[in-house]
Nanobody
Framework: QVQLIESGGGLVQSGGSLTLSCAAS????????MAWFRQAPGKERAFVGA????????YYADSVKGRFTISKRNAKTTVWLQMDSLKPEDTAVYFC?????????????????????WGQGTQVTVSS
């Protein structure tokens, strides 16, 4: 089994920055990719970004391109999400996810059902 724990959420002003981290723990796992999703009140869980574990290639939702950066650490099973130029519409619970399944298409990274491990989420609130 794999456990994912997010941290770094909080309250920031519009235009500010915040960095989230996701630590993965478990005796054995073969992670292919890790990702961030977010869910605002009354909304479906939406894709934010993903990074492949081997190549480090990253994919982003259009709404966060140029503002958010997802990265990984080779020495640790950790990924982080650096968020800059935050907007009130970025307010949501942010979830870390991991998958051991190799997607057929890069857009498969956007689908929640392609991930088999999830964190509990961390709240990000951006004030106007």
């Amino acid at each position: 089994q794999v456990q994912l724990i997010e941290s770094g959420g909080g309250l920031v002003q519009s235009g500010g920055s915040l960095t989230l981290s996701c630590a993965a723990s478990g005796r054995t796992f073969n992670t292919y990719a890790m990702a961030w999703f977010r869910q605002a009140p009354g909304k479906e869980r939406a894709f934010v970004g993903a990074v492949t574990w081997t190549s480090g290639a990253a994919y982003y939702a259009d709404s966060v391109k140029g503002r958010f950066t997802i990265s990984k650490r080779n020495a640790k099973t950790t990924v982080w999400l650096q968020m800059d130029s935050l907007k009130p519409e970025d307010t949501a619970v942010y979830f870390c996810a991991a998958t051991t399944w190799r997607p057929d298409f890069y857009r498969d990274y956007e689908r929640t059902e392609k991930y088999n491990y999830w964190g509990q989420g961390t709240q990000v609130t951006v004030s106007s």
